[in-house]
């Protein structure tokens, strides 16, 4: 008999999916609604740890206060100006909008209700896979691209992996990448009390609106940076408000970059990885409910306002027919 299952469950209205790994006390509760986890259980010492800091009932799953555990697609995180230009043609994502209004982040799916494309478990693991054509040309300003996205969680004996497809099903080429916005929480107190270590060797250095400094000065060694923002080595966070984008990420012998988080009275720890792109990290000092209480471990295909990079361009552009994927994970270290 097999140690994982797949339930189905409600919360209000919305349809769950639940994969359990009866082994290892673990459980992942999944939304329809953006495809947004919205659980994350593992049993410790006879107790039921939350490890996923996700919105708590119907209401905050249909407002999404802070985008908590959000598919981010086209684009992740932040547009300047809500505004872009992709093959010589300008863009506005935010129409009739002026002045501190204007702002587009975090991609179109977060309220868009996903179809169920399958599931299934064997001795390995269980796997749901979420899929939505939401992405057509009309369907959103300033976006007249047609994508197609598919997001399968797989739950296995090494913990939660997520994999992203997108694939472009319209005539022309398209801007796009993708990104998570995960919080995860290793303790029931403030995260200053917890380790964190991001394996990267440069800090993306922003404006006051979060946006990457043009060019190459948006690169800053992380010799170079505040010591407080250097998190090579595993530290404390203590005070450090950080909502910093990290690149130029190291990887392991296997060619995952693991981001690391872990608070060192419990033991208790989780393992972010991604094969490529940026980590965001966010300690939560300006959320709706519940400050400095968890921290988002974001990672991305690319960093924010990569719609209007050149470094970016090659990396974003997806032809007429063309699919490009993106993997990452949780991985849940000690209990």
Same mark, same amino acid.
């Given at each position: 008999? =097999?140690?994982?299952s797949?339930?189905?469950?409600?919360?209000?209205?919305?349809?769950?999916?639940?994969?359990?790994?009866?082994?290892?006390?673990?459980?992942?509760?999944?939304?329809?609604? $953006?495809?947004?986890?919205?659980?994350?259980?593992? @049993?410790?010492?006879?107790?039921?740890?939350?490890?996923a800091?996700?919105?708590?009932?119907s209401?905050?799953?249909e407002?999404?206060? &802070? &985008?908590?555990?959000?598919?981010?697609?086209?684009?992740?995180?932040?547009?300047? /100006?809500?505004r872009?230009?992709?093959? $010589?043609?300008?863009?506005d994502?935010?129409?009739?909008?002026? $002045?501190?209004?204007?702002? &587009?982040?975090? +991609?179109?799916?977060?309220?868009?209700?996903?179809?169920?494309?399958?599931q299934?478990t064997d001795? $390995?693991?269980?796997?749901?896979?979420?899929?939505?054509s939401?992405?057509?040309?009309?369907?959103?300003? +300033?976006?007249?691209?047609?994508?197609?996205?598919?997001?399968?969680?797989?739950l296995d004996?090494?913990?939660?992996?997520?994999?992203? &497809?997108?694939?472009?099903?319209?005539?022309t080429?398209?801007?796009?990448?993708? +990104?998570?916005?995960?919080?995860?929480?290793?303790?029931?107190?403030?995260?200053?009390?917890?380790e964190?270590?991001?394996p990267? !060797?440069?800090?993306?250095? !922003?404006?006051?609106?979060f946006?990457p400094?043009?060019?190459?000065?948006a690169?800053?060694?992380? /010799?170079e940076?505040?010591?407080?923002? /250097?998190?090579?080595?595993?530290?404390?966070i +203590?005070? =450090?408000?950080i909502?910093?984008?990290?690149?130029?990420?190291?990887? /392991?012998?296997?060619?995952?970059?693991? =981001?690391?988080?872990?608070?060192? @009275?419990?033991?208790?720890?989780i393992?972010?990885?991604?094969?490529?792109?940026?980590?965001?990290?966010? !300690?939560?000092?300006?959320?709706?409910?519940?400050?400095?209480?968890?921290?988002?471990?974001?990672?991305?295909e690319?960093?924010?306002d990569?719609?209007?990079?050149p470094?970016?361009?090659?990396?974003?552009?997806?032809?007429?027919?063309?699919e490009?994927?993106?993997?990452?994970?949780?991985?849940?270290?000690s209990?």
């Amino acid at each position: 008999m =097999t140690a994982f299952s797949i339930e189905q469950a409600r919360l209000g209205p919305h349809d769950l999916v639940v994969l359990r790994d009866a082994d290892r006390g673990r459980c992942v509760r999944l939304a329809r609604r $953006g495809a947004a986890l919205i659980g994350l259980e593992q @049993v410790a010492r006879g107790t039921v740890r939350q490890l996923a800091d996700g919105y708590r009932d119907s209401a905050e799953l249909e407002s999404r206060p &802070s &985008s908590r555990f959000a598919i981010m697609a086209p684009f992740a995180n932040r547009i300047a /100006d809500a505004r872009y230009t992709f093959d $010589g043609q300008s863009h506005d994502l935010q129409p009739g909008v002026e $002045g501190a209004q204007r702002a &587009s982040r975090h +991609g179109f799916v977060r309220g868009v209700d996903f179809d169920m494309a399958g599931q299934h478990t064997d001795a $390995g693991g269980a796997q749901a896979t979420f899929v939505t054509s939401a992405i057509r040309p009309g369907a959103f300003a +300033g976006y007249p691209f047609a994508i197609d996205l598919a997001v399968t969680y797989m739950l296995d004996a090494h913990g939660l992996s997520l994999l992203a &497809s997108m694939r472009n099903v319209g005539d022309t080429a398209a801007p796009c990448f993708f +990104g998570w916005h995960p919080y995860f929480r290793v303790g029931d107190g403030a995260v200053d009390t917890w380790e964190l270590q991001i394996p990267a !060797t440069t800090l993306v250095r !922003t404006d006051a609106d979060f946006i990457p400094l043009p060019g190459a000065v948006a690169y800053q060694p992380l /010799d170079e940076a505040p010591p407080a923002l /250097d998190f090579r080595r595993a530290k404390i966070i +203590g005070a =450090t408000e950080i909502n910093h984008a990290y690149a130029n990420l190291v990887r /392991d012998a296997d060619g995952r970059a693991r =981001t690391r988080l872990r608070n060192p @009275v419990s033991g208790m720890g989780i393992s972010l990885w991604q094969e490529h792109g940026i980590m965001l990290a966010f !300690t939560a000092d300006t959320v709706t409910r519940d400050v400095r209480r968890s921290i988002a471990l974001e990672p991305m295909e690319s960093m924010s306002d990569a719609f209007n990079r050149p470094d970016c361009a090659d990396a974003i552009r997806l032809g007429p027919g063309e699919e490009r994927q993106f993997r990452c994970g949780v991985e849940i270290d000690s209990v």
